[in-house]
């Protein structure tokens, strides 16, 4: 999982009005149910869900995410976004793809998502526009018919671009890791016994979280 250390002082006081509208209720909240995250979250007070990407490079960004390290997917982005010559589009990704299939060097199958999806951008199959306006499964169900988005990447589209307030990523193994040594001593959680540790969350489970996935990197989350 990419990430980055977001900054404080001068430049958080700036970033005030990129704080999702929802966030200060939910910690508090957080704060006074759960005595784990009352330990976590004033350890990275002032920080917050970064402001969101373009839709097609916050799914692209979290295909290549899948199922790889925080340091592989870095190392991943750096290269694609490289080929892409800077910020990727859909249309520099299908131009990219007619001269180099890997997109860089990515793994084949993951390349290959990412072409699809740059086409389907391209093409207008999807309408982004929509998003914001429907329901978390409704967004998931629309997401999950491109090929190569599963339910976790459409998890993450939820939360870093999307911004919703109570999406439970269960399906993200550094949640269950952080879960695990946080209210389980570091013995193996089983979904059901995960999703019974977050009911106490609802509805901020983003925030709960996003906390928890801080707990084990010093940098923030960033898709």
């Known amino acids: 999982m990419a990430s980055r250390l977001m900054g404080t002082g001068m430049h958080n006081i700036a970033r005030q009005s990129d704080k999702p ?29 970064a402001t969101p990407q373009e839709p097609f490079v916050t799914l692209a960004r979290a295909l ?30 299908l131009r990219l793809a007619a001269e180099d299939p890997t997109l860089a060097a990515l793994p084949k199958r993951k390349a290959d998502y990412i072409t699809d999806l740059a086409t389907h951008f391209a093409e207008k199959k999807v309408r982004p526009a929509r998003w914001g306006e429907m329901d978390d499964e409704a967004v998931v169900a629309e997401l999950c018919a491109i090929r190569g988005i ?52 609802a509805p901020w489970r983003t925030v709960a979280t996003w906390f928890l996935w801080r707990s084990l990197d010093p ?4 898709y």
């Open 21 to 49: 509208a929802y966030w200060d209720e939910a910690v508090a909240a957080l704060v006074e149910r759960d005595r784990i995250l009352r330990r976590i979250i004033p350890q990275y007070e002032g920080d917050w869900l």
């Open 219 to 222: 940098a923030a989350a960033q």
């Open 64 to 93: 290549i995410g899948q199922q790889s390290s925080a340091k592989a997917a870095d190392a991943a982005w750096k290269r694609f976004t490289a080929g892409c010559g800077g910020k990727p589009t859909p249309s520099k990704v």
């Open 150 to 201: 599963g339910r976790w990447t459409a998890e993450m589209f939820l939360i870093f671009h999307l911004q919703r307030s109570d999406v439970l990523p269960l399906d993200d193994s550094r949640l269950i890791k952080a879960i695990s040594l946080h209210y389980f001593s570091g013995e193996p959680v089983s979904r059901f016994e995960a999703r019974e540790v977050a009911q106490a969350w």
